[in-house]
């Protein structure tokens, strides 16, 4: 089966650094990817890992653990426009190779 | 380059009525996804498409679902009757590999009210 579990929500302080974790377990895995979603509008690409460790991007960052099934997010330097939903999803190379996504962290970004 | 096109944006319908949904990939994009999303949770996948033919479909509802991609480009996404439950958000994506990564694409979405 496949299945990927995030907090529902968090809450950070704008300036500050907060990091939304996702655990997973799904057959076929290949490569990790975290989406951002502002509400009302579709999901934008942020980051991907597909082997163990830490890709950094600007003010985000993706760590990876292929053996513990677990993906973090970094965001640092938190902006009011970070306030978003963001979605983990695993890419799998079975069933026609396609995403499955998690259930999504809505993050508050608060002054 | 021109994105993932979708219409219609918003649409109201009652129960037992059926419902289209149209999307454009992105030029050169083989493959297709539809998903579906409700109120507070992630995309759930319907239907993918590699260029006219269906990959997966496992979660189709297909006793009120329907879906084509005829020549390979466009695609739509059909329900009939619509339920309730079927309130949500239907997000078109298309994606290509890219330096070995799967780079997919949204469109911005049919938001659905079943009342």
């Known amino acids: 089966g496949q299945n990927i579990d995030q907090p529902t929500e968090m809450t950070a302080t704008e300036g500050a650094i907060v990091q939304i974790n996702c655990t997973y377990q799904?057959?076929?895995?290949?490569?990790l990817f975290w989406y951002q979603q502002h509400a009302g509008e579709a999901p934008t690409f942020l980051s991907y890992n597909v082997l163990d460790g830490l890709e950094e991007k600007g003010r985000f960052s993706s760590f990876l653990s292929r053996s513990k099934g677990y993906s973090y997010l970094l965001l640092k330097e938190l902006q009011m426009k970070d306030s978003a939903s963001y979605l983990c999803?695993?890419?799998?190379?079975?069933?026609?190779?396609?995403?499955?996504f998690g259930p999504g962290t809505r993050l508050s970004v608060l002054p | 380059e021109a994105g993932v096109a979708q219409s219609p944006r918003y649409k109201i319908i009652e129960k037992r009525q059926s419902v289209a949904f149209w999307c454009n990939p992105i030029s050169g994009h083989a493959t297709l996804y539809w998903y579906q999303q409700i109120l507070g949770q992630g995309p759930k996948l319907l239907i993918q498409f590699q260029n006219n033919g269906v990959v997966d479909d496992s979660q189709l509802p297909k006793d009120r679902f329907s879906a084509e991609r005829l020549k390979g480009v466009d695609s739509t996404l059909k329900i009939q009757p619509a339920k309730l439950e079927d309130s949500a958000v239907y997000l078109c994506a298309s994606s290509m590999r890219t330096g070995g990564m799967e780079t997919q694409y949204f469109g911005p979405g049919t938001r659905l009210l079943v009342l």
């Open positions: 999803a695993v890419y799998r190379d079975n069933y026609g190779q396609n995403f499955v």
């Open positions: 799904t057959s076929g895995f290949n490569g």
